[in-house]
């Protein structure tokens, strides 16, 4: 088993900037990968980013300006640094992991508890 442990998320302002940190308790050989998932109320699962243990990443293409994804794999620890952030950036973030930056939900295996953040204007 292994446990994904989200932080950083909370009530922030439109414009400003956060950073949501996720560490994974182990890695093991069914996960290459890490990646941020992110869902509105009442909506399903969207995903985000993701990245692998050689720095390869892939983000949502919408997002793609505003939203950063790092890693420390010394650390077991994924970032995302989101700027600028908007009121429609109000969602519950879910850190993932598995393998080869994959897009969907459902070819995850491992997930954590979610985090908040809320964006006001």
């Known amino acids: 088993q292994v446990q994904l442990v989200e932080s950083g998320g909370g009530s922030v302002q439109a414009g400003d900037s956060l950073r949501l940190s996720c560490t994974a308790s182990?890695?093991?050989?069914?996960?290459?990968?890490m990646a941020w998932f992110r869902q509105f109320a009442g909506k399903e699962r969207e995903f985000v980013a993701a990245?692998?243990?050689?720095?390869?990443?892939r983000y949502e293409e919408s997002l793609k300006g505003r939203y950063n994804i790092s890693r420390d794999n010394v650390k077991n620890t994924i970032w995302l640094q989101i700027h600028s952030l908007k009121p429609e950036d109000t969602a519950v973030y879910y850190c993932?992991?598995?393998?080869?930056?994959?897009?969907?939900?459902?070819?995850?295996?491992?997930w954590g508890q979610g985090i908040q953040v809320t964006v006001s204007s």
């Open positions: 993932a992991a598995g393998r080869s930056l994959r897009m969907q939900p459902g070819d995850y295996k491992y």
């Open positions: 182990r890695r093991t050989f069914d996960i290459d990968s």
């Open positions: 990245i692998d243990w050689t720095s390869n990443v």
